[in-house]
């Protein structure tokens, strides 16, 4: 890697100068594979036994480019009028944490309490909002299933006017409020319906089916870590987000990854 001293000031600047690996004493073909890799999701053990290197300082370098990643996620609402609206509970504990209580163990294996997850039953909920037109998602880690939560997520990820399908759960009914319309598909009981056509034309427009199978495409990328913390669940959904949406390694999130400015919204 080329390195510049500056006459003036006589500090030393480089590719790196001003992201997150400025510090990082690896060879420039060592980062490349790094980053591959997160944005890849593969996880650290595999990466640390590929590089040779110690497994903890990688893990708190990936944290470190995944906070850097979630911070630089697209915020803007999906364009589309037409948007698939849901939410998925995966298993969180406190991995990698001291706990002196036998009791309260950082990694609950198996969890399948009843209901709704939260943050305090190590089963986040993580809210995710699809649009038809534009293939575009947008998701964020919640606390616990409130109303207002879901509500005010769907809202800053639509734009008003738009079309909003979802479960019949109740949280989503302040929709119509918000300027949105809403249409619920029924997934519980004996008559549950996966897809509803409700203009007769012949097309089951009503449905969560693209989000499902997105869910889908979390747990295989989240599977591969062995358990993923509640406190870093959000950053590991911002890799996938930012990998579903460009579908490739593309030169903004590598850019998002090490802390460089990404203008998501070049028309503001």
């Known amino acids: 890697m080329l390195d510049h001293r500056c006459k003036g000031c006589g500090k030393v600047y480089n590719a790196l100068t001003s992201t997150a690996l400025r510090k990082t004493r690896r060879r420039t073909c060592e980062l490349v594979l790094i980053l591959r890799g997160l944005a890849r999701g593969e996880p650290t053990a595999r990466l640390a036994r590929e590089l040779k290197c110690s497994q903890p300082h990688l893990l708190g370098l990936r944290h470190k480019l995944q906070a850097n990643a979630l911070a630089g996620l697209d915020l803007t609402s999906l364009a589309d009028d037409h948007v698939e609206a849901d939410e998925m509970y995966k298993n969180a504990g406190e991995k990698g944490r001291e706990h002196a209580d036998p009791k309260d163990p950082p990694r609950r294996r198996a969890n399948k309490k009843w209901g709704h997850g939260t943050?305090?039953?190590?089963?986040?909920?993580?809210?995710?909002?699809?649009?038809?037109?534009?293939?575009?998602?947008?998701?964020?880690?919640?606390?616990?299933?409130?109303?207002?939560?879901?509500?005010?997520?769907?809202?800053?990820?639509?734009?008003p006017g738009a079309t909003v399908y979802t479960d019949e759960w109740g949280g989503y009914s302040g929709l119509g409020r918000e300027g949105r319309g809403h249409v619920a598909v029924n997934h519980q009981g004996p008559r549950s319906r996966w897809a509803l056509d409700l203009d007769g034309d012949g097309v089951r427009e009503a449905h969560c089916n693209t989000l499902e199978g997105i869910w889908t495409g979390v747990r295989i990328f989240l599977a591969a870590f062995r358990g993923v913390s509640k406190w870093y669940q959000a950053q590991y959904a911002a890799v996938f987000e930012w990998m579903y949406n460009a579908k490739r390694i593309t030169g903004e999130f590598v850019r998002a990854l090490v802390g460089l400015r990404v203008v998501t919204n070049p028309g503001t």
Do not use: N
């Not at 947008?138 to 990820?157: N, T």
């Open 119 to 159: 943050w305090d039953s190590d089963r986040p909920p993580l809210l995710g909002a699809t649009g038809r037109r534009s293939k575009r998602l947008r998701l964020r880690l919640a606390k616990r299933m409130w109303g207002a939560a879901l509500v005010g997520f769907v809202a800053g990820a639509t734009r």
